[in-house]
């Protein structure tokens, strides 16, 4: 049986003040339409017959259950505009489309509802800390206006310190901020949660919208990450590089290391938008180094039949091969162990001893990656979400996402999408086409009862 979720968004309070922006209500008046707490999609779309073309009585559920509130513009909103002090902070690492969203948020604010204290929270949860002592930033249409030409972030980033809820929100308190947008990764919004729960126990009436960064795009439910797509081309132009490299040389190996932490979604997506990987290593399929099946006689398989191969590595795959510290980062996050250059090594070593000439190049281009302005579809979508992330919390939603789901604007529940990250399905479509695109062997593993130990949670969600 599919299962349903409870896809219900919390508000504040009832809505009651008519919005300042002029929509409309009436179809065929050439005007943009409010949206409604009544518009929904449905969230599962995918039906299985039976061998009759029959439907099962488990697949056809409540239409009143499964439903996603979709996001935009409310006719009646929750705060006086005038009374409004809103605060942004971005978040966790870099990740091309923070200036973009930024921008978005401050410019419908601004200039659609008329507000007119807009605070930038400088490098993260930490620009709440009193240690820091960092000032706020004063956010205008014409601070904003040029950042997104740019990568980075203007308000500064930072990992950590979303656990200190009590004297974050101490600080949100003493700012009188009405409404809070967090910009920032799974571990970012975890805090947020956190914070707006705190909020909420303070009887506080502040509205905790997340807009959900992750280059990874592991987050569940959620279509696509800002950022993504910016970081698969940037990540190409990259393996394009290591492909000539490698076919100018005898026996030449384009070695490229790629985010993924858990997620194997960039290097996936970079494998068949380049046309030139051989070999696509991710977190969610592991795979043995020697062996009969085993990754490196494939590669020399691959040298002996075409002289030269291309391999990407998400940075999170084969960690079962290399020694665990066991230490965390400043998100919470396992430290991993370099399997880059783990391989690069390895490879090495494996050709010397078998005395075949080899000419490896290996190339992290993570950092210049994370820090790349964004492409026209990123900047494109980073708009739509911040201006959808601005009409949730003019409207009192809280303790929610802003995202994309089968094509269309709507809002999350934080608890709900931070409950596990999402991974690229071994058994999905999208993975079964990357592998008609690199050739790789299915599956580059000598003893299958090893696969038992793989988590079903490294399945995914449906592709």
């Not at 969230?43 to 056809?60: L, P, V």
């Not at 604010?109 to 000032?135: A, H, M, Q, T």
């Not at 947008?181 to 956190?194: K, R, S, Y």
């Not at 299915?442 to 490294?458: A, F």
Request: hydrophobic content about 40%.
């Amino acid at each position: 049986m599919k299962k349903v979720y409870d896809f219900t968004i919390s508000t504040l309070g009832e809505s009651k003040i008519p919005s300042p922006i002029g929509l409309s209500e009436t179809n065929g008046d050439f005007i943009p339409n409010f949206v409604s707490d009544n518009e929904f999609i449905r969230y599962s779309i995918d039906i299985d017959t039976d061998s009759n073309g029959e439907i099962s009585d488990d697949q056809c559920m409540d239409v009143s259950k499964d439903l996603v509130l979709k996001a935009g513009p409310r006719k009646m909103i929750y705060f006086h505009p005038r009374h409004v002090h809103a605060g942004i902070c971005t978040c966790g690492g870099l990740c091309p489309g923070l200036n973009d969203v930024i921008r978005s948020v401050v410019r419908t604010l601004w200039n659609r509802y008329g507000v007119r204290r807009i605070s930038g929270i400088r490098y993260g949860f930490k620009g709440f800390l009193p240690e820091y002592n960092f000032d706020t930033i004063p956010l205008t249409p014409d601070v904003v206006d040029n950042c997104h030409k740019t990568g980075g972030s203007i308000l500064g980033t930072s990992r950590g310190a979303g656990t200190r809820t009590t004297e974050i929100v101490d600080a949100i308190e003493g700012l009188n901020l009405n409404m809070f947008f967090v910009v920032g990764g799974d571990g970012t919004q975890h805090g947020a949660l956190e914070i707006a729960e705190e909020i909420q126990r303070r009887n506080l009436k502040v509205s905790v919208i997340g807009i959900p960064k992750t280059v990874d795009n592991d987050f569940m439910f959620i279509q696509k990450s800002f950022g993504f797509d910016t970081a698969v081309g940037e990540a190409t132009s990259a393996v394009s590089a290591a492909h000539m490299e490698a076919s100018s040389h005898i026996n030449g190996i384009g070695l490229v290391k790629l985010m993924g932490r858990e997620s194997g979604f960039i290097a996936t997506a970079t494998a068949m938008a380049s046309h030139e990987v051989n070999f696509c290593l991710i977190p969610e399929v592991p795979f043995d180094l020697d062996g009969e099946n085993g990754f490196l006689h494939a590669l020399e398989e691959r040298l002996n039949r075409r002289h030269h191969a291309v391999i990407i590595v998400a940075e999170g795959a084969g960690q079962d091969l290399l020694v665990s510290t066991g230490e965390k980062d400043a998100s919470g996050n396992t430290k991993l162990g370099d399997i880059g250059a783990f391989l690069r090594d390895k490879i090495d070593a494996y050709f010397k001893k078998k005395k075949i000439h080899i000419n490896l190049k290996y190339i992290d281009p993570s950092y210049q990656i994370r820090s790349a302005p964004t492409a026209p579809v990123d900047s494109i979508y980073c708009e739509r979400l911040g201006d959808n992330a601005a009409h949730a919390a003019m409207a009192g939603k809280t303790k929610c996402l802003v995202g994309r789901v089968h094509n269309r604007y709507v809002l999350l529940p934080m608890h709900l999408v931070i409950q596990r990250r999402n991974k690229v399905n071994p058994e999905g479509a999208m993975w079964r086409d990357a592998m008609d695109a690199t050739g790789q062997p299915i599956l580059m593993i000598n003893d299958l009862s090893r696969l038992n130990d793989v988590c079903n949670e490294n399945l995914g969600m449906p592709d």
